[in-house]
């Protein structure tokens, strides 16, 4: 079983250029896709969030079901939904501007246990920031690698949504004691300032950075970099193309059976390469494709 803890919520998509386009509601939150993505690829997967009751919170829940996703544990409150309103760029990418106050997911706490079998556990993004949620996610982090859980990290940062960035990346360093596996984009690799050597002495035992167009690149403890290009595909947009990668990469892991520390340290440059391709595969399905629709299993063969 691979838990991902984090928050779920609604994009709001504009269907058109300018400021007053229409707006379409789609299902996200980077912990979101990930559990969409991980469960369409055939990987046990529960959710570990908090939902609000009305309408989207039941959208969400769908959503994770019809993925085949455990919803068992997830949390519920009468707080709203988070809202992202997001801005599309000529290039397909993605901006988005945040409606979080008293939302439900931002009073998410720490479960007492994680469901039965739980091998891996994934974080990420707003759910790592916003209070008091923020600190709990963190609790658990720290809690499941003390008690040998394999650990993910992609923090996806949000910078609207960071009103300290050095006390953010303070915090961010506190983390990775906690992870096996951290994985960010190159440009919040540079807003964060630090380098895969001085990440990896911290705790990972592999950095994956994802570098758009130019495909994946892997970093390991050892010292060993392996990367791929990315696959070509004409891009709709690339919501959700970070958090396919993030359940590629824990999917191919446990299919291996490297879901721990030990394991992804020994990874040769061959099975890594075969790891970043399938990922890459995955996520340029999803880019090729409106809002966050990561690919089924079928799509895109094994890892």
Known sequence: MIVVAGEALIDLVPQGPGALASLTPARGGGPYNTAIALGRLGS???FCSRVSLDAFGE???????QAG???SGVQRGPEPTTLAVATIGGDGSAAYTFHVEGT???????PE??????????????????????SAYEKLMHTAAAQGVFTALDPNIRTGLIPDADAYRARF??????????KLSEEDARW???SPREWLAAGPSAVVITRGGDGLTVHTRNGAEHSVPAERVDVVDTIGAGDTVNAALLHGLSVHGALSGRALAELDGSA?????????????????RADAEPPYASEVGEP
Do not use: H, N
Not at 104 to 110: G, H, N, P, Q, S
Not at 281 to 286: H, P
């Open 192 to 194: 964060l300032g630090g």
């Open 113 to 134: 246990a994680l469901p039965p079998g739980t091998r891996a556990l994934s974080f990420g993004t707003c759910s790592l920031v916003l209070e008091p949620g923020a």
């Open 44 to 46: 046990p997967t529960a």
């Open 272 to 288: 890594w390469t075969r790891l970043l391709r399938f990922a890459a595969r995955a996520a340029a399905v999803t880019c090729s």
């Open 69 to 71: 996703v455990d919803v």
């Open 173 to 182: 360093k506190s983390w990775l004691p906690s992870v096996d596996l951290l």
């Open 59 to 65: 959208a969400l829940l769908d959503g994770l079901r």
């Open 104 to 110: 439900a997911d931002r009073l998410f706490t720490a």
